[in-house]
Each structure stands twice: as C-alpha cells, then as structure tokens.
C-alpha cells in the first residue's frame, strides 16, 4: 500500500511521526507532502523535518489513502488552501480511505462526508462537523472509508486501524505485538 500523508507548518509532531512509523513498521510506503510549496515543513514543537515532495509533484493515483495529521496547521493554515478540499473530494470520489486524527477530521467532515457516519475528533471541533454521529469518548473510529482519531494520544492506534483496514485484523495485531516487542 502507498500512502500520502499531507504536511503544513505547525503540524503536530506525534500524530504524524508515530503514525508514519506505524504503517512503514507494516511494510507499507508513506509519502510525506508539502503543502507549502517547499519540501521543510516546522512541526508543532519547532522541528523542520523534509518530507518526500511537494503535493504538486505527486500523481494522486497511485495512492491508496490520504492522512491527514493534526495540529494547529490543521485548523489555521489547512482551511485555508483550495488543495486540501481538492485532495480530499479526489481520494473520497475514488473510494479511497480518508484518515484523519485530532483537529483535522473538522476538515472532512466540514465537506459533509461524515454525515451520517460515526466519528471521532479532537473535543471542540465537532461543531465543525455537518451531521454524523460523534463518538466522543473514542479514541478511533471506523466508519467505511473513513478513519478519524481523537487526539496525538491514539496516534499508534490510528495507524493500526489504518493498517487494519487495508490488511486485515490478524496482520495488524501482528504489528501491534512487533511494535509492543513482543513476538
């Protein structure tokens, strides 16, 4: 599976590190995308950290899921750029999976497309949402093609879930166990 995992600054550092490393631990590809129009983007907590490209190098086809992280990018920079509703309609309209953990499922469900679908997001932000049925004391919720979480908390566990999806219920507690050092 080959990902794409959106970057703008003030991202937070934990849901999309954590949940990266998650998914390439399951041997799947991550792509990190600058929506910035350059490859550094600034982390929450100050780091610069280079991801792969910028978004308008990437041809989405070849993506089987869009992440979205968290973080104060997600709600003051991300609501701002055209792209971002772009990508998004493009990856539901394809009946890809759409992930998107702490603030950032505001950004989804905000287009309607969580509407009638249960949900989680970070407290607050639900009234961001059109519709859908809030899980608030979840930490991730599935609902078809559509995966949100909570908080920086449950960034592991979102990226299981993610992997879950895509490879089924014994791969990942496989991954589950490799990560906790278990065999």
Known sequence: MKYLMLFVD????TEAIATMDVL???KDEVIGASLMKRDKVLAKFGFEMT???VIENLPLDEFDALIIPGGPGSFQIMPTLPIV???????????????SIC??????????YLKDK?????PGFEQMVVGGNYQRDKGVVRDGNFI?????YYSIEFGLAIHEYFHGHDSMEALRRSC???K
């Open 10 to 13: 003030n991202f937070e550092d």
């Open 24 to 26: 390439k631990r399951g």
């Open 51 to 53: 991801v792969n490209d």
């Open 85 to 99: 509703t772009e990508l998004i309609h493009f990856f539901v309209k394809h009946n890809k999976l759409v992930a």
């Open 103 to 112: 603030a950032a499922p505001h950004l989804v469900g905000r287009l309607g």
């Open 118 to 122: 249960n949900y989680t997001v970070h």
């Open 148 to 152: 949100t979480a909570k908080s920086m």
């Open 180 to 182: 906790m050092g278990e």
